[in-house]
């Protein structure tokens, strides 16, 4: 099993959501192990947000789940990490603090030179400002 931090669309109820890729790709579902957060900046690339890295910074929310090995290609063609190539996202892993303590996670973050000109979505949080925005637009 591998421990990931999801903070963006591989959280539960969004549209990669990481349980409902398991079922599509006939793989075991994945483990919650609970809410955490990482040091970091969060970014709306529109459909998807991006994640920077900053220990300056305030916390990013995500959830943190054991997946199974055969799990973790799924996850890396949804980001489109691909071994060798220059890419958007980056596997990489980063402590979380899960229950007041760090966890070692995968996780999927995104370079400060990439989200130049994008809004930073204040609070950390994908969900609660992807269902603040798609409510402001639809009004």
């Known amino acids: ?7 963006g669309t591989l959280r ?14 006939g793989i075991g579902a994945a483990t ?10 969060l ?6 947000p991006g994640l920077v890295l900053d220990a300056s910074a305030g916390p990013v929310l995500g959830d943190v789940y054991d997946i199974p090995e055969a799990l973790l290609p799924v996850l ?18 980063q402590p979380v603090m899960l229950d007041g303590a760090p966890t070692d ?9 990439a989200v130049a000109g994008l809004a930073r979505i204040d609070g950390g949080d994908w969900v609660a400002y992807r269902q603040a925005r798609d409510t402001a637009v639809a009004a």
């Open 32 to 41: 919650l192990v609970g809410t955490a957060s990482i040091a970091g900046r």
């Open 76 to 93: 890396d063609e949804i980001e489109e990490v691909y071994p060798g190539q220059a890419t958007l996202f980056v596997r990489e892993t």
């Open 12 to 25: 539960a109820g969004e549209v990669n959501d990481l349980n409902q890729a398991a079922v599509r790709h």
């Open 1 to 7: 099993m591998q421990r990931v931090f999801v903070y």
């Open 105 to 113: 996670c995968l996780l999927y973050p995104v370079a400060d030179a």
């Open 43 to 48: 970014y709306d690339f529109g459909t998807y």
